[in-house]
């Protein structure tokens, strides 16, 4: 029973949970630190924090690994997409959708691919910054504990006053909020958890943890903006 | 509310075979009784076109009951029309008004050709289920008694839950992505939840799988709307049981 | 020519395991050379394709509809009886024969209904192991309930939808069949006309209703499971599709027509609405239990409820004429189908009919709510229960046992059956009588086989509930199997048979020269119009009730329905591609030839049984009254070349088990 990789339906839906939830994990972790900002100190903590993650070798594999699942992710959903069109050959003179499903659903990938935008953009801000070329703020590293730190925070403080820049990281976070509002509670139904004595703590979780996040983000480039954090 | 006698647009898909392209066409019918049901409306218009020397829509009927499945209308954008948990054959007109206009398609997807009008061809479920939609048992009547195995009620309701799919294709045809998986989905769950499904739920599954994927039907992205429009209300439970099945084939192929 | 049963020789109990041992088989190597055509994909098409696959014969399968899992069969509701005696209430085999019988008011053969009974807990084993989710009980095991004109609890069921979970059972044996290349599958394929090949049937003409292409098909059996004929009525509670073609075009090729004036007419169906409605829907049988018949007392009353000046809850107790109860005071509600179906028939004649055709009675639960509401009350105890307290009380349990079939009802006529009563009328269901087969299932036409409701053999004059289900699975499981070898038996020489010979090609000419006739009549009515008026005078004159004039009408009504036809007709399109006209039109064309021989067989049979009513023959009280002395046989139909012309060929009926007797329900 050899089943390619990508071949069964059922097992590029596997792909896109497995690789949705390991997003969703990387989410956490990338919201948890940011949310140091939060402490008002100055970015301190943020920046100590930023600096393991960029350093630690563990994480920097980890990071290979959260590129592939970024890959996968993609590919498989626009691999899906196109079949998906691809099987409905000629199209409903009127479709009334909305009566049976929301319109974040049907519309994961036009979703992903403004995250996948709000992404190129959000890289060239910070990771390849970090990562390949350099800060852009005058002050590049910053003195904590008598320890030289990369002076991450500063640079967001920069990117963040642009207004415009603000209400795109906004609009991100907005797609990012609904493509997870489907996206979480559909990476359970499809590892099979989708019973009914489940499905009412999932959903509610889901819902719950995509608001979360994507206000958090979000607070933070109207936070630095408004200067509302030290 | 409906009036006792209503005038009604209707815009109904007309395509003379598979070969050719179809189109919408207006139709004006009148002296709509609420009572009527929606294909008995259809039959109105059709008396009217063979008079007038047209040819009738063509169009699949069979118990107008809802029980049957074959018949598949899209109204107004919704499998079997607006109506929740009925075939297009228990809509009746008293859910429409004078004035309405109604757009009439067959089912669409790749799985489903057109072959008359509103007509399609649902031979991809009979290939799924002729796949592995059944226990292989010979019909010898020597079996095991009847009641040699208990069968928990839950799991009997359940599996009879599941079991009460009429083929209709509504899933089909509502999902965004043309996906046959709830169908698919019924049939696997309803012989996973019995013990006499047991020894080939693997081979079932898979081989299940295999043949919807052939068919040329969409990938399920978990939307939803089949559950909605199913005449029957069956659950997505059953693909996610499906899933599960699946996934234990695919890491312990054999039994 | 003498009609042979061919009933095996020995005591009623064994006939059928003698036969079994006796009868010749025919070895596997042999049965890979032979083919076999069935036509209908039902309980008894499904599951003798499924069967005979197994045993290594190649088989065809037909059907008209898109998939075999669309077959009438489908939409049975209540359950399927069996002898399995689970409930331990003095079931046995012997009572189910005895039940069947007698509930058919004795007119079945014998030996077929033993072992009809015999066979009926394989079936049950069977269908459990083919997955069939039956309704269980706490305990994990199968549950049953009990169904009328019995005194056990043999009825196994899936809620409402025993028909639909027992024809997917079937449909998945021979779906494996096919996916194994044992069954090829012609759907979209209608059988219209049968191949005789030096007195054997040799194969069928089909059309295929896609491309509308003409298709010769050989084998060396051809099985007819293509089930009732209840359209002829136009109305009745079959599919839309549901036709007498294939057994017809049989009957027209030699194969003798049984008893076909015996109709079941089911008392509770949801009346007919109005000119548009083109079926009808049927409510269980179950709602006898609980609700009350009744129509108003008196006819202004009546008028007043039809011209909708006055509701039917707002007429007093005393202004209200419960005729069941009335006249039936032993079984009230729950007399037997016939008889609800013609006492309803009598008041809607007389004038005291409710909607607005004045065609239905009220079946009425508020007594059952409120007596429920005050039992609850006490379970619950609230002693001072207000009235409006008991009746909601009520209303839940009733929706509890019925609920889903008062939201149907709900559903077609717009009307909350909880606040007002239902309306109901009895509707056509069901036809006992058929194709004339023997003990094996062999029509009159060697090789040409009939299962199923299509053939007349074991319900007699009167079918008892959750019986044709049995009837359809037992011919197709356990009894075609074993008869058909003894047939085949002999063909194991024969070889391949060619469909290029002189009789195929007369055969598929005649077919093509009688559409042709009916596309270029070029009249100015559709089938439908015709189809209506046909069902209009069946229902009059050959319905619920029958006389020796209304008959006579009939019979001549229908020959001229017939010449107007011929001529009137508009058949839109032509013989290419898909016509769903002309496929309706060729059945039409069969039932108005069908229709006539009904009532010559009505005519002929000068008694009352079953559902058979004939109005000069009843006792003093307006019972059914048999003459047993005369009319003790089976009406077998030859057809003789002239449809208004067939020859009676008489089956005598001998009862050596039972004691025949009259029915009484006082």
Redesign the interface.
Known sequence: ?A?PLF????????W?ALTGLFLILFLVVHAGINAMIFFNDEGATFNQWAHFMGTNVLIRTAEIGLFIGFIVHIVDGLM?YF??R????????????G????WY??S?ALLGTLILLFLVLHMAHFWVKTRVTELSVDQKAVLIDGHLYENLYAEMDMVFQSPLVVVIYVLGCLALLYHLL?GF??AF????????KY?GAIAVAGDAFSVIICALFASMPVAMYFDLIK | MSSENMTLKL?I?RQKDSFEAGK?VDYTITGVSPDMSFLEMIDVLNDDLIRKGDDPVAFDHDCREGICGMCSM?I???AHG?NRGVTTCQLHMRSFNDGDTI?I?PW????FPVIKDLMVDRGAFDRIIQAGGFISVNTSGRTLDANAIPIAKEDADTAFDAATCIGCGACVA?C????A?LFVGAKVSQFALLPQGHPERKERV?NM??Q??EE??????????CE??CPKNI???V??????E??G??VK?EN | MKLDARIPEGPLDQKWTRYKNSVRLVNPANKRNIDVIIVGTGLAGASAAASLAEMGYRVKAFCFQDSPRRAHSIAAQGGINAAKNYMNDGDSVYRLFYDTIKGGDYRSREANVHRLAEVSTNIIDQCVAQGVPFARDYGGLLDNRSFGGTQVSRTFYAKGQTGQQLLLGAYSAMSRQIGKGNVKLYNRHEMLDLVIVNGKARGIIARNLVTGELERHSAHAVVLCTGGYGNVFFLSTNAMGSNVTAGWRAHRRGAFFANPCFTQIHPTCIPVSGDHQSKLTLMSESLRNDGRIWVPKFKEDAEAIRAKKLKPTDLPEDRRDYYLERRYPAFGNLVPRDVASRAAKERCDAGFGVNATGEAVYLDFSAAIMRYGRTEATVRGIHNASEDQIRELGEKLVEAKYGNLFQMYEQIVAENPYKTPMMIYPAVHYTMGGIWVDYELMTTIPGCYACGEANFSDHGANRLGASALMQGLADGYFVLPYTIGNYLADEIRTGAISTDTPEFAQAETAVRQRLEALLSANGSNPVDYYHRKLGKIMWDKCGMGRNAEGLKQAIQEIKALRAEFDKGIKVPGSMKGMNPELEKAARVQDFLELGELMCIDALTREESCGGHFREEFQTEDGEALRMDDTYNFVSSWKFTGDASNPALHKEALIYENIKVSQRSYK
């Open positions: 029973m089943t071949k069964s339906s059922i097992v590029k839906k596997l896109m899906l079949q998906n691809k099987a409905r050959p000629v199209r409903y003179a009127r479709e009334n959708a009566v049976s499903s929301k659903s049907r994961m489907h509670r559909s139904q499809t590892l099979g958890i989708g019973q009914h499905t | 815009k898909w919408m899209f107004n954008g919704e607006p757009y398609e669409r997807s790749q799985g509502t965004p992505n043309s996906s998986m898979v799988v295999k919807m994927d040329g039907f969409g990938n399920c992205s978990n939307i939803g709307a909605v429009q659950s997505i439970e693909i996610a049981r499906m899933n599960r699946y996934f084939a695919l192929p």
